[in-house]
């Protein structure tokens, strides 16, 4: 019988979720989480929270993420070409 060593000192990394790359590349659309979280009728913090993976991202607004997304540059809250 094989014994498994537990390995300690590593850090246990957050999950690359389909839905957290979304979150990240919403943030860069509009500009700021602060802007997104406008955006997603959320508050900065609930933000964060989700973008840590410290609480699920709900449906609704992984949605509106998509949305955001999806429209790019042409979203009504894209941050302004420098």
């Given at each position: 019988m094989r014994r498994m060593l537990a390995?300690?000192?590593?850090?246990e990394?957050?999950?690359?979720?389909p839905m957290l790359r979304t979150l990240r590349r919403?943030?860069?659309?509009?500009g700021s989480p602060e802007a997104l979280a406008?955006?997603?009728e959320a508050s900065?913090?609930?933000?964060?929270a989700w973008l840590l993976g410290?609480?699920?991202?709900?449906n609704d607004a992984y949605?509106?993420?998509?949305?955001?997304?999806?429209q790019g540059p042409?979203?009504?809250?894209a941050r302004k070409p420098k």
């Open positions: 390995v300690s000192g590593k850090e990394r957050k999950a690359d979720t919403a943030v860069e659309v509009v406008e955006a997603l900065p913090e609930m933000i964060s410290q609480q699920a991202l709900p949605m509106r993420a998509l949305d955001v997304v999806s042409h979203h009504k809250l």
